[in-house]
């Protein structure tokens, strides 16, 4: 995660320089290495400048809109991300997702 973290503000204070991150897992299998090939070579993740790369597929970090059903609230599972959780709204909100 440090390298990772340093590796995104290289990315933005020096972006004529960046080249990007590819995250592979520490037991990595020959699928894994001919999709590492296909990032390197541009086709398998596009335009991504950070992607994981598992024997499964390449991943790109998403964030997506969710619609829900009409009278329903939100119920947090799994991570949540609260921004700006250190203010009086966002600790309330990080406390209700909790």
């Known amino acids: 995660a440090a390298v990772w973290g340093l590796g995104r503000v290289a990315g933005l204070e020096l972006p004529r320089v960046w080249g990007g991150l590819i995250d592979v897992p520490v037991e990595a299998d020959g699928r894994v290495w001919d999709r590492v090939c296909g990032v390197l070579a541009g086709g398998a993740a596009g335009f991504e400048d950070q992607v994981a790369v598992r ?3 390449v991943f790109g970090r998403r ?5 829900l059903p009409s009278g329903d609230g939100w119920q947090p599972r799994g991570t949540v991300l609260v921004t700006g959780g250190t203010g009086g709204l966002g600790s309330r909100v990080a ?3 909790a």
Do not use: I
Not at 63 to 67: E, K, Y
């Open 95 to 97: 406390r209700w997702a």
């Open 55 to 57: 024997a499964s597929g």
């Open 63 to 67: 964030l997506s809109r969710v619609v």
